[in-house]
């Protein structure tokens, strides 16, 4: 594996048969039995069109995994949280847990009658990581308020984030506003929800689109530029067709979205829209989007097939749910016959990228930070069936159709 080595405001390239200088932005071609397009972003190389299917990582970018989801939550109890909120906040009520990937999470029931969400923030997360979620809901609140979003609430003191230290260990403390409304995943969507759900997060797209911050080129293995990372992850799924099915993700990836990415649109995305990050009400409207943890900066339309992917389970027409999900998003935001070529591929390796995950955390910790419901996973598995089944060509034609291409 190639190391990028941090020189000042530019970054190097150690290869064997060339050194490459460049700042954040800049593209290079070189030439090394074919076309190679590099792709600078922030602490991360991407090669594509090249070898071992087109892409490359950084050291840093592949190990992401391991350090996020193998990093323990904060230890800080409730007493400690309750003062510490007292403290900074002025806030005292009821405390009840929030399941969390990476946040010690806690509704906060107000005595005033107010509802806060505060997040416990550990050492899977920079200081600059969680500004870059903050600065986003601020930006979005300033572009537009009417997206159902959480709000940043400021410490007494103005502070967006409180540092706090528990058993010597350091942590970060914030407070959003409440959302009500279920998460999605205990419910079963209809067309016109999920029509909605492709217009909405469009328009949380478009919101997003002149956000800026260093920490948005982070390396994220839940990125799916990078998704040719987990390859040596297919180890640890112990069913033998499940494997091989997830191997064909990769080569079909190596195939088709790899010699395209550097054509494809890039911005800051949510990058997480699945079925626990969206909340619907009890008029069956979708009424919010949370857990703003894995925002990156990536290509636009892995926004679209992150959408799609998680709402193809328990669905036997894979293809007509991701066409409602297209329809509603180019509505606002109008998708690109290049972005269209790469979605279903797209689709599948978001859907093997969780499963890959829950089999390598279910081998190697199960009692991690996450709390992936293990038993979904054979729904992901026969969604992953279903997309492989479906026809290229006719796949194409009938999202560039539902896009209006």
Known sequence: MNDIVHIGNQYRKRAKRSIIYGPASSRRRLRRGRAIAWKWSGFALTACGGPEHGQIMTRAAASSLDKILSAPLPDFDVADLASALRQHYGIEGLLSRISGERDLNFRVDASDGRTFVSKISGLSDTH???????????HLAARNPSLPVPGVIPARDGRMIVP???????????????LPGEPVIGH????????????????????????????????LIWDLVHFAALRGKLGFVEDDSQRALAGRVFDRFGRVVAPRLPALRRQIIHNDLNQ?????????????????????????????????????????????????????????????????????ALVQSRLATRELIVAWRSRTNPAATTSYRNDISKFGWAALARCEALDELEAHDRLAEAARL
Do not use: W
């Open 128 to 138: 600059d990581e969680i500004a870059f979620q903050n600065g986003a809901l601020i």
């Open 164 to 178: 706090l230290e528990r058993n010597g260990r350091h942590c970060l403390l914030r407070v959003l506003s409440y």
């Open 276 to 344: 626990n990050n969206i909340l619907i009400g009890r008029d069956g409207s979708v009424c919010g989007f949370i857990d703003f943890g894995d925002m990156v900066r990536t290509v636009l339309v892995a926004e679209v097939a992150i959408v799609a992917a998680h709402q193809l389970y328990r669905e036997d027409d894979v293809l007509s749910v991701m066409k409602e999900i297209v329809a509603g998003y180019a509505k606002v935001l109008p998708l690109r016959d290049e972005e269209i070529a790469v979605l279903p």
């Open 188 to 219: 079963r969507t209809s067309s016109a929800q999920r029509e909605t759900l492709g217009k909405l997060s469009a328009r949380l797209d478009a919101g997003l689109a002149d956000y800026a911050h260093p920490a948005a080129e982070r390396p």
